[in-house]
């Protein structure tokens, strides 16, 4: 039971390059969430799935888009990196039910130059 | 989702209680309070939610006061694992997607 897994770790881009960032979870879990966490900052929210065929923006969508696989699976794409994307990146994870946690995973770590 | 305001750093001795407040006066009813904390590095991990009853459980216990406007976590014995910095949420609980909303919170140092 590994619970909620990103992919990669780590990656380095160059301006204009495009990456997908891969989520996946084994919890059975409905609702699935990309953060964005700045040096020194709080995490924001970048886009949400509340269920399996939806997707909604968060607070900072603005270059980035999302796909909703499957119930398992949330991947995040940054068509053309710009140095301003340079964050950790969270995924997490929520059962459904109103006041149910966010489980998070281990985040990646992305710089682009 | 109402604005929460902590203290940037708290230090506490290794075995005491670790006190943290957050104030959160523009709260609605609707409105739970969350905190979460994020180890150096790690994904932020749930540590406990209250609506306005005070709350414990194996990880902290969670003082809300009786008009809503501030509450307080509770580490009762701080451990050196426990450094870490601490965010206290005030959620919307709705349909709407559930978000966390993420200030800058607290970082606490525990010292041996």
């Known amino acids: 039971n590994a619970g909620v897994t990103q992919t990669p770790k780590f990656q380095v881009l160059k301006t204009g390059q495009s990456m997908t960032l891969q989520c996946a979870q084994d919890m059975n879990h409905n609702s699935m969430y990309w953060y964005r966490q700045d040096p020194g900052m709080g995490l924001r929210l970048i886009y949400y799935s509340a269920s399996e065929g939806t997707t909604d923006k968060g607070e900072v969508p603005n270059g980035y888009n999302v796909s909703r696989l499957n119930k398992r699976e949330f991947s995040l794409r940054l068509e053309s990196a710009a140095p301003s994307q340079t964050s950790v990146y969270f995924c997490a994870t929520q059962r459904g039910g109103l006041t149910d946690t966010q489980y998070f995973g281990p985040g990646t770590r992305l710089t682009v130059l | 989702d109402a604005k929460t305001t902590q203290p940037t750093s708290m230090d506490c001795a290794e075995g005491r209680a670790a006190n943290l407040p957050c104030n959160h006066s523009t709260i609605s009813g609707n409105e739970y309070v969350y905190w979460y904390r994020q180890i150096h590095s790690q994904g932020p991990q749930y540590i406990i939610h209250?609506?306005?009853n005070n709350e414990t459980n194996e990880m902290a216990s969670l003082i809300i006061t009786e008009d809503r406007k501030s509450s307080t976590l509770i580490l009762p014995h701080a451990t050196l694992r426990d450094t870490a910095v601490y965010y206290c949420?005030?959620?919307?609980?709705?349909?709407?997607?559930?978000?966390?909303?993420f200030g800058g919170g607290t970082r606490l140092m525990v010292k041996p």
């Open positions: 949420i005030v959620r919307v609980v709705n349909n709407a997607g559930n978000m966390l909303t």
């Open positions: 209250g609506l306005k």
